[in-house]
């Protein structure tokens, strides 16, 4: 929902992670596209609270798209070492790999782990440690940037 005061997204439910990756992407389009009349941030509602990005330069939004969208075709080829459970623990966690590890193996179950996932076990198969430097490159390409923009009393 685009308006005067920016974009508005909102989903019933707790926020997650897919919740700032689809926000932080909405929010580099508006700011890159930078339409007359709109204010260039975004607000994010969710049952448990809410978060905004705020606004970023036209060329720097579109820095991190053009970065995005390299990740992206890079992926089609090969699979990406980027898992964002564990890329968002990593980069809230002052890029830990500590974090990014627990969440990626949940010791407390290890069926709620991201490294659970089939779709993940299947691309990997054959790697012997998948939260590699290449993991922290994707990681803080990703998410990184997102950081800087972001206003949320929940973290």
């Known amino acids: 929902d685009l308006r005067p005061t920016g974009l508005l997204r909102y989903r019933y439910d707790d926020v ?3 919740d700032y990756l689809a926000g932080w992407i909405s929010h580099l389009f508006l ?3 930078a339409p007359a009349g709109v204010e260039p941030q975004t607000s994010w509602h969710s049952r448990d609270g809410s978060y905004r990005l705020t606004p970023c330069e036209p ?3 579109r820095h991190h798209l053009g970065e995005l969208i390299a990740l992206y075709r890079r992926g089609l080829s090969a699979p990406l070492h980027f898992f964002p459970k564990s890329a968002w623990a990593y980069i809230n966690r002052q890029n830990s790999l500590a974090a990014a590890r627990q969440r990626w193996t949940n ?3 290890a069926a709620w782990g991201e490294g659970a996932d089939p779709a993940f076990q ?4 054959g790697v012997a440690d998948p939260l590699d430097d290449d993991f922290e490159r994707c990681a803080q390409t990703v998410f990184g940037p ?3 923009h972001l206003e949320d009393s929940r973290r």
């Open 122 to 125: 299947l691309a990997l198969r």
């Open 107 to 109: 010791n407390l179950n």
């Open 16 to 18: 997650r992670v897919s």
């Open 146 to 148: 997102l950081l800087d």
């Open 31 to 33: 700011c890159a596209m």
């Open 59 to 61: 060329p720097a939004a």
